[in-house]
């Protein structure tokens, strides 16, 4: 018998790439936040923001994993409720927004959001952009009211 050849590998959907991207990623960053670098190369930009500050981004693989080490990550508690939404994107590459609550070294969750484009590698992918920022904590307010319409006199 001859021997079969091999079947491509289909290239996995979107969908698949962010769900296992961010149970990985939120995975290692509640357990190993110092092994986060192995996620970005040397052409990935990373910014951190906690408000309304803008933030210079690192970049490259070395300046972002002094930026990870810079960071207080003991004791990082991910909010259960995690929304994931995602989108093909350019070059086969894949967008990921996570919108959710977290906590670093405090006692209650704070609303984050982060977005990541994943870039193909020959290998699955990588994080070529990611920004992360804090929302600050409103208190909510009433919406405000359409006025009524004046009657005609």
């Known amino acids: 018998t001859r021997p079969q050849p091999a079947t491509p590998r ?9 769900r296992s991207f961010v149970k990985q ?3 290692l960053l509640c357990e190993k ?11 990935s930009r990373f910014t ?11 970049v490259g693989k070395e300046a972002i994993n002094k930026k990870i080490a810079s ?5 990082v ?41 994943l870039a193909p590698q020959a290998d699955g992918y990588y994080v ?4 992360f920022r804090f929302i600050p904590d409103a208190e909510p307010t009433e919406a405000p009211t359409q006025p009524e319409p004046e009657a005609d006199a």
């Open 25 to 27: 990623y939120f995975g």
């Open 71 to 75: 960071f207080d990550f003991s004791n």
């Open 128 to 131: 070529l952009n990611d920004s």
């Open 10 to 18: 289909r290239k996995p959907t979107p969908a698949k790439v962010a």
């Open 77 to 117: 508690v991910v909010g259960q409720n995690l929304t994931v939404d995602h989108q093909a994107s350019q070059g086969g590459g894949v967008l990921v927004v996570v919108v959710g609550r977290m906590s670093i070294g405090t006692s209650y969750l704070r609303p984050f959001t982060q977005t990541f484009f």
């Open 48 to 58: 951190r923001s906690d408000g309304p500050e803008v933030v210079a981004a690192a």
């Open 33 to 43: 936040p110092q092994e986060l670098f192995r996620f970005y190369k040397d052409d």
